[in-house]
Nanobody, 120 residues
Framework: QVQLVESGGGLVQTGGSLRLSCAAS????????MGWYSKAPGKQRDLVAS???????NDVDTRNGRFTISRHNADNTIYLAMENLMPEDTATYYC??????????????WGQGTQVTVSS
């Protein structure tokens, strides 16, 4: 089992910044991919960006460079730096980790989510 603890969400005004954190613990494989997903009201949960232990980044939706993903392998923590926030960034942000359980077999775990609300 793997546990994910997210933090850093909150209420911020337009133009403000936040830094989300997600710490993983438990049975974590040497190689893993961790990422951030956003779920806005009425929309599906979509990938924002993910990063592997090797530093391979898949940044699908960084909002024109306003969001930056990073990680600290030593404590299995990823971050999402969010700058110049806009009301449309309002969403619940979820952390996900994909761990390797054996050759060619992987398991996903999700965090509980952290709410980001951007007021206009």
């Amino acid at each position: 089992q793997v546990q994910l603890v997210e933090s850093g969400g909150g209420l911020v005004q337009t133009g403000g910044s936040l830094r989300l954190s997600c710490a993983a613990s438990g049975s974590i494989s040497t190689w893993n991919r961790m990422g951030w997903y956003s779920k806005a009201p009425g929309k599906q949960r979509d990938l924002v960006a993910s990063i592997t232990t090797d530093g391979d980044i898949n940044d699908v939706d960084t909002r024109n460079g306003r969001f930056t993903i990073s990680r600290h392998n030593a404590d299995n923590t990823i971050y999402l730096a969010m700058e110049n926030l806009m009301p449309e960034d309002t969403a619940t942000y979820y952390c996900k980790i994909t761990v390797q359980i054996r050759a060619n077999a992987f398991q996903d775990y999700w965090g509980q989510g952290t709410q980001v609300t951007v007021s206009s």
